[in-house]
C-alpha cells in the first residue's frame, strides 16, 4: 500500500507529531522505506560543513530515523539546502518527484514566520501539487 514514504520535518511540534504518526503507521503497513527530509534554509553549499544550521538539521532527521528504526522500518535522512524560506513547499515537492513516494507526511503548521507566510501555506501548497496523497498531521489531534 504505502511502500515508499516521504515525511518531511522541520522540529515543530505539528512536524514531530507528523514523524511520531509516520513511523507508527510505517511499521503498521509494513513499509519498505521511508525518507525523512528536513528543508534548511538557512543552511547554503557556500557555507561550512560544521555551520550550526546544517548541524542542527542533521541532528533533527537523526534523532527522528531513530523513531523508524525502532519500529523495524528501513529510513533514509536527508537535508535540502539553497532552498529560501519562502521556498520550502517547493523543496517538498521537488524531492517527491524525484523520489516518487507513495505517500507523504507533514505537519500542518511548522515554524514559518507568520510575517512571512500565511498559516499552513506550505502544507497547504504539497496538498494542491503533490504527485501522491498527502497526510496533513496536526499535533495534538490524537489527543
Known amino acids: 500500500m504505502f511502500d515508499k514514504i516521504m515525511v518531511a520535518t522541520d522540529g515543530s511540534p505539528n512536524a514531530e507529531a507528523a514523524v511520531i504518526s509516520a513511523a507508527e503507521l510505517a511499521a503498521k503497513v509494513g513499509t519498505r522505506e521511508v525518507l525523512l527530509i528536513h528543508i534548511c534554509p538557512g543552511c547554503t553549499a557556500d557555507i561550512d560543513l560544521k555551520d550550526a ?3 542542527a538539521a542533521e541532528d533533527l532527521v537523526r534523532k527522528g530515523a531513530e523513531l523508524f528504526r525502532a519500529g523495524g ?13 519562502e521556498s520550502v ?4 515537492l521537488d524531492t517527491a518527484r524525484r ?3 507513495d505517500l507523504i507526511v507533514l505537519g500542518s503548521r511548522g515554524l514559518s514566520s507568520i510575517r512571512g507566510m500565511l498559516l499552513g501555506s506550505v502544507s497547504n501548497r504539497v ?3 503533490a504527485p501522491c496523497p498527502v ?7 490524537r489527543e
Open 53 to 55: 544550521n546544517r548541524e
Open 73 to 85: 522500518t528501513p529510513v533514509r535522512t536527508q537535508v535540502e539546502i539553497d532552498y529560501p524560506p
Open 89 to 92: 513547499g517547493s523543496a517538498i
Open 99 to 101: 523520489e516518487k513516494p
Open 127 to 129: 496538498v494542491q501539487n
Open 135 to 141: 497526510l496533513v498531521i496536526k499535533h495534538g489531534a
